[in-house]
C-alpha cells in the first residue's frame, strides 16, 4: 500500500511539474487592491500549483486610463508587428473588451478551459453591444443597489415607481452623487433611463446606437429634475454611504462591495439592509483575457482556470473583497460558509441579481445620456 501510495506520488509530481521555468505576465486596470490579489493570493497559490512558474504582475492605473493603457499596449505591439507579446493575461473594464475582439487582439479561450461553461450570464457574452462571447472570463461583477437603514424605512422602495413616491412623501431622505463623484449616482441615472426613458431599454443596453432615440428622453429627464428636488445631492459614492452612516439620508445607491466593506470595518450600523429595485440598476464586470499573440498561451488559461474556479472565486473573491462572484452564484455556494453565503446574498438573491442586474449602456448612448443630464437636471 505505501509502495502504491509513493508510486502515485511521483506520478503526480511528474504531472505538477512543468518542463521549463516560465514567467506568466499579469496586466490588471484597476485600484492598488487588484495588484495586491494578484501578488498577495492569486500568484502564490498558482506558483505552488505550478512549480519553477513565476507570477509578475503589473498595474496599469485605476478606471477606465488603466484599461486604455492595455488596449494602447495591444495597438502598439500589433502594429510593431510583435510575433510574441509581453503580456500573457489581462484584466480589463468591459467597455474595452469589444475593440480588443474587433482588432483581434484577443485569444477565443473561454471554450478551452474547464470553468467556461460555469459561466452563463449575458454580460459575458455581449459586452456594451460587442460580441466577445468566448474571449472573457469575468474576474468578479460588481453590482449598484439601494442601501437603506431599516429603521426610517421599514418598507423600503422595489422598484423605481415606489422609489419616486418615498422621495415625494419624505423629502431630502433619498440621496444620491448626481453623476458626479462616482459612479452609483450614474448607476441610478441610467436605470431611471432604463424605467422611464420611453424607447426600448435593451437598445440602450445592446445596440445599435441610434442618435435618435435621446428624442424619447425628455420626460424621463423633466421627471428626473423633479424627483432631484426632493432628493438630496452627496458628493460621491463615499459620501453616500457617509450621509447614511449618520442618519443624514435614508435610503441611496451604492456599490454593493464597499457597501458591505464599510460595514464590516464598522463604518455603517449593523442593520443596514441592500434592496436591487425593478427594472434595474447596473453593474459590470471585470474581465480576464488572454492575448492572441501571448508567449505563454497554456499557462495563461491554467491561470485564468485557477482564478476562476469555485474555491478561488469563494476565498478570493467573495471573502476577500465582498465582490459578486464572476461565475455563477451557484457553483460558489459550496464553497462558503453559510454566514458569508447569507452576507452576499440574503438581501439581494442570485435570482434579483439576474432579473434586475443591468449592464450601463452602450459608450454612445452612455455619453449621450449623461450630456442629457447635464443639460436638463445639472442646471
Not at 114 to 123: A, D, F, I, K, Y
Not at 211 to 231: G, Q, V, Y
Not at 353 to 360: D, E, Q, R
Request: glycine share 10%; with cysteine; net charge neutral.
Amino acid at each position: 500500500m505505501k509502495a502504491k501510495l509513493i508510486a502515485s506520488t511521483l506520478v503526480a509530481g511528474m504531472f505538477c511539474t512543468p518542463l521549463s521555468a516560465a514567467e506568466l505576465t499579469v496586466l490588471t486596470a484597476g485600484d492598488q487592491n487588484m495588484v495586491d490579489y494578484v501578488n498577495e493570493y492569486l500568484g502564490p497559490l498558482f506558483e505552488k500549483e505550478n512549480p519553477g512558474t513565476k507570477v509578475r504582475v503589473v498595474g496599469t492605473g485605476p478606471g477606465d486610463a488603466g484599461s486604455q493603457k492595455i488596449l494602447e499596449r495591444f495597438e502598439a505591439q500589433s502594429k510593431a508587428g510583435v510575433q510574441k507579446w509581453d503580456a500573457d493575461v489581462a484584466v480589463v473594464h468591459e467597455k474595452f473588451v469589444g475593440p480588443m475582439v474587433e482588432q483581434k487582439f484577443l485569444e477565443a479561450y473561454r471554450g478551452k478551459i474547464p470553468t467556461g461553461s460555469l459561466v452563463t450570464r449575458e454580460n459575458a457574452k455581449m459586452a456594451l453591444g460587442a460580441n466577445v462571447d468566448g474571449y472573457v472570463m469575468p474576474m468578479f461583477n460588481s453590482q449598484t443597489a439601494l442601501a437603506y437603514n431599516p429603521a426610517l424605512v421599514p418598507n423600503p422602495p422595489k422598484s423605481y415607481d415606489e422609489i419616486v413616491e418615498f422621495a415625494k412623501k419624505n423629502p431630502k431622505q433619498f440621496g444620491y452623487n448626481g453623476i458626479k463623484g462616482g459612479a452609483s449616482g450614474v448607476s441610478f441615472v441610467m436605470g431611471w433611463v432604463y424605467a422611464y426613458g420611453g424607447g426600448d431599454a435593451q437598445k440602450l443596453m445592446n445596440g445599435p446606437f441610434d442618435p435618435n432615440e435621446a428624442k424619447h428622453w425628455d420626460k424621463a429627464f423633466a421627471s428626473l429634475k423633479d424627483f432631484t428636488r426632493n432628493a438630496t445631492l452627496t458628493p460621491g459614492n463615499a459620501g453616500t454611504l457617509d450621509m447614511l452612516s449618520r442618519g443624514e439620508i435614508a435610503i441611496g445607491p451604492v456599490w454593493v462591495d464597499m457597501f458591505y466593506s464599510w460595514k464590516a470595518n464598522g463604518q455603517l450600523p449593523p442593520d443596514m439592509k441592500l434592496i436591487l429595485p425593478s427594472p434595474g440598476m447596473p453593474g459590470q464586470p471585470m474581465h480576464y483575457v488572454v492575448p492572441e499573440k501571448s508567449a505563454n498561451k497554456d499557462l495563461a488559461e491554467k491561470f485564468v482556470t485557477l482564478a476562476t474556479s469555485p474555491k478561488v472565486q469563494a476565498e478570493g473573491i467573495v471573502k476577500r473583497f465582498n465582490w459578486y462572484p464572476g461565475i455563477d452564484a451557484q457553483h460558489v455556494q459550496a464553497n462558503l460558509d453559510k454566514a458569508t453565503w447569507e452576507k452576499l446574498f440574503t438581501d439581494i438573491s442570485p435570482e434579483d441579481l439576474a432579473k434586475n442586474g443591468k449592464p450601463f449602456p452602450i459608450a454612445p448612448y452612455n455619453s449621450a445620456i449623461l450630456e442629457a443630464y447635464e443639460r436638463q437636471v445639472g442646471n
